[in-house]
């Protein structure tokens, strides 16, 4: 059974390079009547926090990412030390005693003579009389895995054949001397253990597979479909990592993008399907297809989310919205008309308080210095509120018969005068819903 897992550490806020490793596990998970598991990454004690874990679970349920089940690395401490002792008694895992200043020296050293800086495995020569001095003198050393230095190799669902020279890479820390289980171990216990069949994630991950593959082989379990999808960057091919922190899901709920124009989005971005708006998560599901995404950086600029909320909003019906036109102000039995005439008039629904304010209060006049006397004719022609939907028509055919004006040169000064926009909703529709025509008391 297909079993995917979201795994991120709750030390902030998850951003938009975050949603797309999400939702690629749940995409896969989905489309194959799998498991998609919310494992929270809190072997950190002092940097995860509860508010976060709250924050992540709030972000993707916004997005309709449900979980089948959440999983805390915090509560699976035991298992991560037997693993550690399963490493121990094959000999697979080693005490070193390095500080971090030596190890530094060490780097630059071999860097000097040209080589890559791979940790030397001097601990491994250590006796045991020299390892209890070290523990002595320096509290207890960090463990690291013996990486077996062959070629690692897997068949990326994204990239392709990767082949990777374990020569190449430190044998990695996976407990550290303060006894912090590191995420490398914790992952790969939980991988094996919780049956994960696919893992997709950042190409920053890439090294940390190679290692992870042979820590699950040297564990007995079995290793699962690996893709690494490309980091983001933004619109210009910048990098995109700096801002990610003003990128976050719940600045972007805030700003009033909506569920379904991310998804859409990001659930096409960087393959070579085209980003198409869907309505519902099944279209999603349906034509997922990680094969078809690329290796190369994808290109992410958070204006093309405004466009795409815009349509989405438009397509919705006054059942979807009845909430916030509500909440809006707007009284219930305006509500059907109130939505007909501002859903393709909107970029998001924060602009609908904005549409009602100016309805219910009127708008300032915009009137052109060559229309001042036009307006203070046509709006002596207005009759008193309430309008209905006859009112725009009855009104400029008076004010066309008393002025002689027509076309552009009629409606635009009288559309700007009564709303204070030269673009907007159909006028006939609209003035049904105005209550106040502040230019009355500008024309005087
Ligand atoms: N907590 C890790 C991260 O956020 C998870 C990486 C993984 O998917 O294995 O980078």
Known sequence: MTTT?????????IHIGNLRTALMNYLIARKADG????????TDPERSKEEYVDGIKRDLDWLGLHWDRVERQSERMDRYAAAADQLRDIGRFYEAFETPTELDLKRKKQLNMGKPPVYDRAALALSDAEKDALRADRGEGVWRFKLDQARIEWNDGILGDISIDAASVSDPVLIRGDGQVLYTLASVVDDTEMGVTHVVRGSDHVTNTATQIQIIQALGGAVPSFA?????????????SKRLGTLSLRDLREQGVE?????????????SDPVDLRTEMSQLIDGFDLGRFGAA?????????????????????????????????????MAEQFWAVTRENITTLQDLAGWWAMMRDGADPVIDAEDTEFVAQAIALLPDAPFNDQSWGAWTAAVKEATGRKGRGLFMPLRKALTGQAHGPDM??????LQ???ARNVTG
């Open 428 to 433: 006939s529709a609209l003035m049904p819903l």
């Open 297 to 333: 950086p994808t290109k992410f600029d958070a204006a093309d989310l405004m466009p795409l909320t815009a349509r989405h909003l438009a397509g919705l019906v006054l059942a979807d919205v009845a909430a916030p036109i509500a909440a809006a102000g707007v009284p219930d039995d």
């Open 5 to 13: 897992r979201f795994a991120p550490s709750p030390t902030g806020h």
């Open 259 to 271: 569920p379904m124009a991310l998804l859409s989005l990001m659930a096409r971005l960087g393959s």
């Open 35 to 42: 498991t998609f598991i919310l494992r929270i990454d809190d």
């Open 228 to 240: 690494h999808h490309s980091l983001l960057t933004g619109p210009q091919g910048e990098a995109l």
């Open 436 to 438: 106040v025509v502040k």
